[in-house]
Every structure is written in C-alpha cells, then in structure tokens.
C-alpha cells in the first residue's frame, strides 16, 4: 500500500468522526513510530513528515558517519564510511546522513498492521471524546429519539447518532415510549462498560426537575431566583422551594406563572406531577408549615437533637398533611430534613368524635358510602354500633369490617 493512499484513507475516515488535523498528525506520528521501532530498535533520529492534506509522508533517517574500524559503527545513529558513500559518494568521515526511508521498507504485513492500528486509535479516541463530551453534560438536559424500547431500559440516539440509555428505574412510572418518540431526560452518569461509553439518562432526579424549572422560568435562569432543594415522588408529587433575593420579585409566583402557564409545561413533561413551590425561609417552623401546606398546623414541637418534629393539627387537617399514600408528610420531611410526626388535637367537643371523610387515607371511599347508607357518618358511631351489628346491616366483608373497627380505634388510643 502507497503512502499516500493510506494517509488519505485515514484522513478521510478520521474526518467523517471530526477528528481535528493536529490530533490525526500526531495519532499517525504515533503509529509510524511504533513502526520504526519494531524494525531499527530506536527512533530518536527518524523524522517524519506527514500532510495530510495532500496525503504526503516522509520518512528521514539521520546517521553520523563514522571510520569503518569506528567502536561507535553499531549504534544505532552511526553509519560506517563504506556504507555512507554507496548512499552519495561525496560523503565524508563526521559528516551526517539524511536517508528517506520508503514507507514499502518496513512490509507489507507491518503496513496492514499500521492501517488497522490507525483505525483503532481513531475509534479509541471518539470514545475517548464521547465519555467526555457527556461527562461535561452531566446535570444538563438533552434531547434523544427513542430507536429502542426494552422491559429494562428505553434506548435513544443524539443528533449525532451515539446511543442513550434511560433505565426503568430512572423512567417516571407514567412514561410510555415508542419508537421515534423524542424523549427529554438530563445526563445522570456517565460511565466505561468494556471499553465503551456508557451515557446513564434521568427523569426521575430532582435535578431534572430544577433543569425544567430553568428553562421554563426566566428568573431562575437569569439566578433572580435560586431553587434550594427539590423533593420528589417521580410522576406523583414534588416539591420545591425557592428563593428569590430581589425583595420585588414573588419567587413563588414567578415560578408558578399567570394562571400557571409555566409551570403547566413542567407539570405536563412529568406526566402530570403535581408540584408545590414553596417560599425558602431560615424560620424553621414557618418552612415546617409551608412544607405541609396545603394542611394548616395549630402548634410544632421541634427537637433539633434528633432532627424531629411533631406537628398538631385539627382532625379534618390530618388527612391534608398525610396526604395520598403518605406522599405530602415524606416529602416534606425530605424538603427540611427533619422526621415528622403528625398528631390530632383535638379540644372537648372535637374529642367526642371524628367524621369518617377524615379517613379517607385509610378506608377506601366505596366502604365508608356504605356505613354512610345505614346513618354511619363518625367514628364513634361506627364503634358503638360493633362487629356483629355491621356485618349484619351492611354488605361488607368480615376482613373489612375489622380493618374499619381497627383503624377507628386506633384513632383514639
């Protein structure tokens, strides 16, 4: 193979991967040194010239030339007399040799070596700029189209063709892909997986949360507004709290929008989180109270050694700070990292009894509309009313009937 052909071959391919020219030099220089190497032992005194533009090498061997009786004839960089003047016979004893080496020298094996070498080291290095592409991108939102959709993981592809990978995991629960969808998720991690780029994407982070928020809400973007932390439930429930150190700007109104019009956009790419944005205050019990909302706190005792708060609240409230399956009470423990405790307050009429709506969180509606049909609308009207009387008036399960009484009186232990 012909210098020049190899160059251009590789030239063209390390193009078509956006390899710059000084990198493709010195990746050639590298491989046409190891060449030397193997064939001279040493290449301290090899030259090579290469234009990759015109596809040109040139390899110049320099030697000093030395008497043919000389200790120094079997270095490396010395030449003995004899053979110097069968090169140009004009030469003289300490007068230096340049001599172009022919890339067909080194052999035909040794050049097909060199090629496939070429074409490893350009595929070693895009992945080599691909880790780091993305490894810079980590934390910041990108775009993919879903090629492939698998139980365990979406796969998606950049603009530029590379692989994505969103595990199920990382997935919001409600997500549902196929191909050639578009899909926004930020770069999680990135990570080698037998010598190749791993690229981890997320929809599940907070931080994929406070992306959305930065680029749907100017101010936040513009660092008017700072988010403090994210909470979340994937697809569920989150919660945010922001603050803004402009006394003229609304924080929560800003990231809210006129009639929610930004935070729509960020709701709907979540496939319909419901978040709640909360004013950051250094006032540990009124951020306690705001983490709650929408549930209206009547009295917190706080013990900062334990990290703990029990908040009281009036018994049609409880349910509000609890929240679905516990959601709103989890998340903001997780917003000021603290462990809260929720308790009923109750005074000596509210003592007497508790409506049944107030258990909704843990009796299925369904159950309490049939105690309501035989004029059960309380707790203590259930309870005095008993086992046997219910099963026998109502058209309820046995096992639901003492999962009712059970949680009844628990509410008043």
């Not at 989150?238 to 929610?260: F, T």
């Not at 306690?288 to 708060?309: F, G, H, T, W, Y």
């Not at 299925?364 to 086992?387: F, H, N, P, Q, Y």
Request: charged fraction near 35%.
């Amino acid at each position: 193979m012909e210098a020049g052909i190899l160059i251009d071959s590789f030239a063209d391919f390390a193009r078509n991967k956006n390899i710059d020219r000084p990198t493709m030099i010195r990746i050639l220089e590298d491989v046409f040194r190891t060449m030397i190497r193997k064939k001279y032992k040493d290449d301290d005194n090899f030259d090579i010239i290469i234009n990759t533009d015109k596809g040109d090498l040139e390899i110049w061997r320099f030697r000093e030339i030395v008497d043919d009786n000389s200790e120094d004839i079997w270095d490396h960089d010395k030449i003995c007399f004899s053979d110097a003047i069968k090169i140009e016979p004009d030469f003289e004893i300490g007068e230096e040799v340049a001599e172009e080496i022919k890339l067909i020298d080194f052999g035909r094996r040794a050049v097909m070596t060199a090629r496939q070498t070429l074409i490893q080291k350009i595929k070693d290095l895009e992945k080599d700029i691909l880790f780091q592409k993305y490894k810079e991108l980590v934390g910041e939102i990108i775009t993919g189209e879903v090629y492939q959709t698998m139980s365990r993981e979406v796969l998606l592809i950049d603009g530029e063709g590379n692989e994505l990978n969103i595990p199920k995991s990382d997935q919001i629960p409600k997500d549902r892909y196929r191909k050639g969808d578009s899909a926004r998720a930020i770069v999680h991690r990135v990570e080698m997986h037998n010598g190749n780029p791993r690229i981890i994407l997320s929809r599940t982070s907070p931080t994929f949360l406070e992306r959305l928020f930065e680029s749907e809400v100017p101010e936040v973007y513009d660092g008017l507004i700072t988010i403090k932390k994210v909470v979340r439930e994937p697809g569920e429930r989150a919660k945010v709290s922001v603050e803004s150190y402009d006394d003229r700007i609304d924080p929560v109104g800003a990231c809210v929008g006129m009639k929610g019009s930004r935070i729509h956009s960020i709701v709907r790419e979540l496939q319909n989180e419901n978040i709640d944005v909360i004013n950051f205050t250094d006032n540990l019990e009124l951020y306690i109270s705001r983490a709650l909302s929408p549930a209206k706190i009547l009295n917190m005792k706080i013990d900062e050694s334990q990290k703990r708060v029990s908040v009281y609240l009036k018994p049609d409230q409880v349910s509000l700070a609890i929240g679905k399956g516990g959601q709103n009470i989890k998340l903001a423990s997780r917003l000021v990292e603290y462990e809260i405790d929720v308790f009923r307050e109750l005074d000596a009429v509210e003592e007497e009894d508790v409506d049944l709506d107030e258990f909704s969180d843990e009796i299925e509606g369904w159950v309490i509309d049939e105690l309501k049909k035989i004029g059960l609308d309380t707790a203590k009207s259930v309870l005095r009313l008993g086992r046997e009387d219910m099963v026998r008036r109502t058209d309820l399960e046995e096992e639901t009937v003492d999962n009712v009484l059970s949680v009844l009186t628990q509410e008043f232990e």
